[in-house]
Structures are given as C-alpha cells and as structure tokens.
C-alpha cells in the first residue's frame, strides 16, 4: 500500500486560517480469504479524498467542506465462501460529499 497526505494551510485576514488537503491511497491485489480464491479478490485500486476549511485563528470553530472517494472507485472490502464454490462480497461506500462545522465550548 501506498499512501500520501500533502496539506497547504496559510493566514488569511481577519484572523482566520484556510486549509486544503488531499489524501491519495494506492492498494495492490490482495485475495480476501485463507486460499486465494480468484473470485474473492479485490483488485488494485487509488482511493482520493480531498478537504478545504476555515477556521479561526484561536481553534475555536472551522468549517470544512470535503470529498471521499473523489473517483467513486468500487473495490471490495470483505468477501467469504460458504463452501461449496459461491460466497458474498461486501464493497466500499460510493462517492461522498459533506460539510462538518466544529465549535469548542471554554479554554
């Protein structure tokens, strides 16, 4: 696995803070049970994620808005076999986007 995180953060007037982060992931193949059944596996795969706030220069509120899964890639996260030659596949969470607003109460 490969995995990286470069943020650039810089003052801007009024005493407040932006930000802006991108977060890579590369995972090569890797079999999801004990025989390395081929169609339990899970392929390689970038995962990309990004993020970009304001905050106030104390830490007291920011107010981020971010992506997951940028490139809405499927891979599969878990996988089983019953058995007798089938099983189930569980795949990760699609494409998403947000905003987190945070405040700290007292010093």
């Known amino acids: 696995m490969i995995a990286f995180c470069p943020s650039y ?3 801007i007037s009024g005493g407040l803070i932006a930000m802006v982060q991108v977060d890579g992931r ?3 193949k890797t079999f999801k049970d004990t025989n390395n059944t081929g169609y339990l596996a899970a392929d390689s795969y970038w995962l990309w994620n990004a993020q970009a706030s ?3 220069a ?4 920011e ?3 971010w992506g997951k ?6 891979y599969l996260v878990q996988a089983a076999n019953n058995g007798i030659g089938m099983g189930w596949r569980m ?3 699609p494409r998403t986007y947000g905003a987190t607003l945070s405040y700290r109460l007292g010093d």
């Open 9 to 11: 953060e810089r003052a």
């Open 63 to 65: 107010v981020a808005f």
């Open 54 to 56: 304001i905050a106030a």
């Open 58 to 61: 104390d830490g007291r509120w």
């Open 26 to 28: 590369y995972a090569d």
């Open 91 to 93: 795949y990760n969470m």
């Open 69 to 74: 899964n940028l490139d809405d890639e499927q």
